[in-house]
């Protein structure tokens, strides 16, 4: 319902053992799907069970145990990325280099969605917070929460822009966020 289209390129950063992968691989057309993980053990169970599990070896899918986003080395630029509970699990400024090199991934006009958990009352609010009965976020370490500001400020200066999206029912109500480069802007009907 955003726009993904079989013949795009897709990168998942933190694919782990493709919960959601296997579905991108199945919808893609055959070497599209990129998945990124910084344990290369999972990424080999991966291959071992995974992708036979689901008969979709033949798919192509580009696996890479990637700790720093040096998306370049995947040799790929692209249409679309996802990265779900992946910011909810990393300090600021490993935020910053994910979103720099994905400037870079990117196509003109490609999109990035990213979950976070939100700091709905802003930067000065340092304490921890109850995002569900089953999740406690926190300022400064991991499970991490952000205020939406200062995604904003990250992308200053940038060809990316940032929209906050909002709830898209995780269960632990993780808000969903787009980075967009270049001048495409989301479409009012979520096309």
């Known amino acids: 319902e955003r726009g993904l289209e079989p013949e795009h390129y897709l990168l998942d950063v933190g694919c782990g053992p493709l919960r959601g992968g296997i579905r991108f691989i199945q919808y893609l057309e055959t070497g599209h799907y990129y998945g990124v993980e910084k344990d290369a053990d999972v990424l080999e169970e991966t291959r071992r069970v995974e992708l036979p599990r689901y008969g979709l070896e033949h798919r192509r899918p580009t696996l890479v145990a990637m700790?720093?986003?040096?998306?370049?080395?995947?040799?790929?630029?692209?249409?679309?990325?996802?990265?779900?509970?992946?910011?909810?699990?990393?300090?600021?400024?490993?935020?910053?280099?994910?979103?720099?090199?994905?400037?870079?991934?990117?196509?003109?006009?490609?999109?990035?969605?990213?979950?976070?958990?939100?700091?709905?009352?802003?930067k000065r609010n340092l304490d921890d917070i109850c995002q569900s009965e089953l999740k406690v976020t926190h300022f400064d370490s991991d499970s991490f929460h952000y205020d939406f500001p200062t995604f904003e400020w990250i992308v200053e200066g940038t060809s990316l822009s940032v929209e906050h999206l909002g709830r898209w029912g995780h269960p632990q109500n993780q808000v969903m966020l787009v980075f967009i480069k270049g001048n495409a802007k989301r479409d009012p009907a979520g096309a």
């Not at 040799?75 to 400037?103: K, W």
């Open 67 to 122: 700790e720093d986003f040096d998306f370049r080395t995947l040799g790929q630029t692209f249409d679309y990325a996802i990265a779900q509970s992946v910011f909810t699990h990393l300090p600021l400024n490993n935020i910053i280099r994910c979103l720099m090199r994905m400037e870079d991934a990117l196509n003109e006009g490609g999109r990035f969605y990213a979950t976070i958990w939100e700091n709905p009352t802003g």
